[in-house]
């Protein structure tokens, strides 16, 4: 039917949709039966090459939306189904030699869709592409040359799409090639929607570019863009035209974004054009123009920082200001707004505290694109027919003939809006404390989304794995605790009032919330503010249904688990289902990792008080421990553990049959997770556990010495654990000095030193050191001071590494050593000598912050 040109458009396309949706819904079997995709697979491409000619086309100046039922879109659409549902193990060589072909094709359609299919299959065969990325890259370079201008526009789309699916690998290998392909395809003035889409790959590749790569090809991007901005700039002025000036205004803000503090020389080089659109750009049809050039400015200033932009940050603040006063005139799909809102937040970064003078004018219509209420539909077939996905609804089927829909426009917006409220509270924190009681208001009511006043039940028992999410979710979550930091300068009971508005909800919506990415977060916000609330922030009730949640949690990771074994053994299993348990998998142990935070939250604010309460949820955490389970699950389970230790004890002891030995053979561990889990467990039984856990404080030194003299204990994958071992044998000299032979110990840990990875333990073992400098240890200084220059080796390598900051306490300790030493010239002159620049200049920023 797909291949019968007989039939018209619509009938070919449900033929295929059928092939398409088995590959999404049941991948493995279709994966068997391999030929039926090797005959679609022609047929997508032939779609794909239905395209009418149009000698106007490279010269539109407006953009129009694809055309979801022409055959072109709806194979290409096909195509970036199918190869994500099947993988790229099948589909890649079924089209690779059809893709090599076309693009050899004298006809201009043919070549245009083999560029375009390369662009919808790199996310479902990234990994089989990644291999030949060179062979595809240095191939399609050649199309920015190509005679028509459509192929040109299919290479820089394939260009930018490879930008983003291969990031920042992509970047990295072919940064040389790629810049200077699109810059020259971005003087092709002639066909002004080619330059357009040649400097929409551009932002893509600089999107994700690392810094130190763009810098040297800086000089030559800022020159391009500015040539190209100027003559378009004259473009618009002289014909009205639009389009590049666009794409080219949004390429300066993303190489500005890129550049940062690199973009400062050339600032007043484009700075007084861009106000110059924001001034003029006032007609209906330029509204988009001079969104994206108050998005331009906002950037450049954000990369350039505050003292570089000030001098332009008045004039700038008061366009932004008369744009906001017109801003009740404006049109609900204005572009301008999301835009505004975006660059008042930026700017809002730039200026710091200085900012607050401005919230009065920014909040009302911030907080009213923030309010947009979603519609939301539960529908049956027919009235589906009625409503269709052009009007701005997104469906997912529910069976039964129903579907569940949501009205997704201005939803984006909203997203936008909640971001920046969310940035003004992490920036202002205090400073927007006038706000806060509004925002709870607002951002508390949307935890509980899918209980919409027209939807009585929950919809969430019936919604499938994947619903469309509302795009605003995380950040209404991540909004909590920066609220209730911003309600503290208010006082206690202010605050707690605000807590007990969040809380209900927040304990509600871990149970509820189906969306994994979202759980996590809501998770993760709930711990931060229970750290942040501490003692007698729950309540009883509160305790009950949370403890009932974390089981379930724990509960549903075993099962699921134990499901995903039995797919191992069902006889669709393969390779690419293997990857999409993999994947399962990584989520469950995310989300594990989260109810860790939550009970690190509680251990923290309750102490030992909790431990009754925690004995409901101990079976399953000594489940996770067990020998037999993934490394994860032990990790993540050791760590509760190792809290319990930590802000429980002495009582935490009652337990210690139940963890400790797990714990011990954890250092011994092949996984380097499980190893530094463990390691940490010990350092926190001396420093907090008590003297019932001084045998196995004792038994543990050996264990940790092995860990850290083994073979590859500094390589990349054993850094971090190893760190934690060298520490945790430090802080059981440190604070359990009769379970070691210090004597003995004491000159090989000062040998390890310093701690370079896990910054946290390098302030406890500079601690140490400076606790056994201070009382003179023999050992630790040498005969005659000897040991000094090696001591002051490790002090430089931990201000050049940052393992020291200006801010720990151990900071002023160290740099009082080295003052000390200064006195003494032949000293210090031996030890200075021993030091390279970096370490020199690192010790000389110590003495002069500390």
């Known amino acids: 039917m797909c291949a019968d040109t007989n039939l018209n458009n619509m009938q070919r396309q449900l033929a295929l949709e059928v092939i398409v949706t088995l590959s999404e819904t049941a991948a493995a079997m279709l994966r068997k039966h391999t030929a039926i995709v090797a005959q679609s697979v022609p047929q997508m491409l032939a779609m794909m090459v239905d395209l009418e000619e149009d000698e106007e086309w490279a010269m539109t100046d407006e953009l129009e939306e694809d055309d979801f039922d022409s055959n072109a879109v709806a194979g290409e659409s096909a195509l970036d189904r199918i190869a994500c549902g099947l993988g790229g193990k099948i589909v890649l060589p079924m089209i690779k030699q059809h893709i090599m072909t076309m693009l050899q094709n004298p006809d201009w359609k043919y070549r245009h869709a083999g560029l375009m299919a390369l662009s919808a299959i790199g996310e479902g065969c990234h990994q089989q592409m990644e291999a030949i990325l060179s062979e595809i890259v240095s191939f399609v370079l050649l199309f920015c040359s190509d005679p028509h201008p459509r192929v040109r526009y299919a290479a820089c789309n394939a260009i930018g799409q490879m930008a983003t699916d291969f990031a920042p690998t992509f970047q990295k290998k072919f940064h040389d090639k790629v810049i200077s392909a699109l810059l020259q395809t971005m003087e092709d003035q002639t066909n002004p929607r080619v330059q357009a889409h040649a400097a929409a790959a551009l932002i893509n590749f600089t999107e994700d570019c690392p810094k130190s790569l763009l810098v040297p090809y800086l000089e030559s991007l800022v020159q391009h863009l500015h040539v190209i901005m100027v003559a378009k700039l004259q473009e618009l002025i002289q014909k009205g035209t639009k389009l590049v000036l666009e794409q080219v205004v949004t390429s300066i803000a993303s190489v500005a974004d890129t550049a940062e503090e690199k973009f400062v020389p050339y600032y007043d080089l484009f700075m007084p054009s861009l106000k ?488 406890h073992t500079f601690d140490f050191l400076c606790d056994l400098i201070e009382s003179n240890n023999p050992i630790v200084l040498g005969p005659d001071n000897s040991n000094l220059p090696k001591i002051f080796l490790i002090i430089a390598e931990g201000v050049a590494n940052e393992s020291v900051k200006s801010e720990d306490a151990c900071s002023k300790r160290l740099a009082n050593v080295v003052r000390q030493v200064q006195t003494s010239g032949g000293l210090w002159t031996q030890c200075i000598s021993s030091l390279n620049e970096a370490q020199t200049k690192a010790l000389q920023s110590l003495l002069s912050s500390a």
Not at 492 to 507: G, R, V
Not at 561 to 575: F, G, H, P, S
Request: proline share 5%; charged share 25%; aromatic share 8%.
């Open 276 to 763: 110059h659109i924001v001034e003029n750009a006032v007609q209906k049809e330029l509204r988009l123009l001079r969104g994206k050039t108050i998005e331009c400015i906002s950037l450049i200033g954000l990369a350039v920082g505050k003292e570089k932009f000030m001098p332009d940050a008045s004039a700038v603040m008061q366009l932004l200001l008369k744009t906001q006063t017109d801003f009740n005139d404006l049109e609900d799909d204005d572009p301008q707004i999301s835009y505004m809102i975006s660059a008042w937040a930026r700017m809002c970064k730039i200026l710091g505290k200085e900012f607050q003078q401005y919230l009065p004018v920014v909040m009302g219509p911030l907080m009213k694109t923030a309010s947009i209420k979603p519609e939301v539909a539960l529908l049956d077939t027919q009235d589906m027919e009625n409503i269709s996905e052009d009007d701005g609804w997104e469906f997912v089927n529910l069976g039964d003939q129903q579907s569940f829909g949501i009205k997704t426009a201005g939803l984006e917006e909203k997203a936008t809006a909640c971001q920046m409220l969310v940035c003004y509270a992490k920036e202002l924190k205090e400073g927007f404390v006038e706000y806060t009681e509004q925002v709870v208001k607002l951002m508390v009511p949307l935890l509980k989304f899918y209980f919409h006043d027209d939807i009585l039940t929950p919809l969430t028992s019936d919604l499938p794995s994947d619903p469309p999410r509302p795009p605003w979710v995380v950040s209404h979550v991540e909004s909590m605790p920066l609220l209730l930091e911003c309600a503290r300068v208010r006082g206690p009971d202010y605050l707690t009032q605000m807590w007990h508005f969040m809380c209900d909800a927040l304990i509600k919506s871990i149970g509820t919330e189906p969306d994994s990415d979202v759980l996590s977060e809501i998770m993760h916000a709930f711990a931060k503010c229970v750290e942040l609330m501490g003692d007698g922030c729950l309540n009883t009730e509160h305790f009950e249904e949370l403890g009932g949640i974390l089981k379930g949690k724990l509960e549903e990771h075993f099962k699921n688990q134990e499901l995903r074994q039995a797919k191992r053994q069902d006889e669709d299993y393969d390779e690419q289902v293997e990857e999409t348990l993999q994947d399962e998998d990584e989520n469950d142990v995310y989300i594990l990792t989260k109810v860790s935070d939550i009970l690190h939250s509680v251990f923290s604010a309750y102490k030992e008080k909790v431990l009754p309460w925690f004995e409901q949820l101990m079976p399953l955490i000594v489940q996770l421990i067990c020998p037999s389970r993934p490394w994860a699950d032990r990790q993540w389970g050791l760590c509760i553990f190792d809290d319990v230790v930590e802000h429980c004890s002495p009582t935490s002891f009652k337990y210690a049959d139940l963890f400790l030995r797990p714990m011990l053979q954890s250092l011994v561990d092949a996984s380097p997770e499980v190893r530094q889990a463990g390691a940490y467990g010990v350092g926190v039984m001396a420093q907090y556990g008590g003297e019932s856990y001084r045998p196995f404080c004792t038994e543990a030194i050996a264990l940790l010495v092995g860990a850290i003299q083994a073979a590859e204990s500094r390589s990349k994958e054993n850094v971090n654990a190893t760190e934690n071992c060298i520490s945790a044998v430090g802080k059981v000299m440190r604070f359990r000095p009769e379970c070691a032979n210090v004597t003995e110990i004491l000159p090989h840990w000062l040998a390890w030193l310093p701690l370079n990875e896990d910054k946290e333990e390098a302030a």
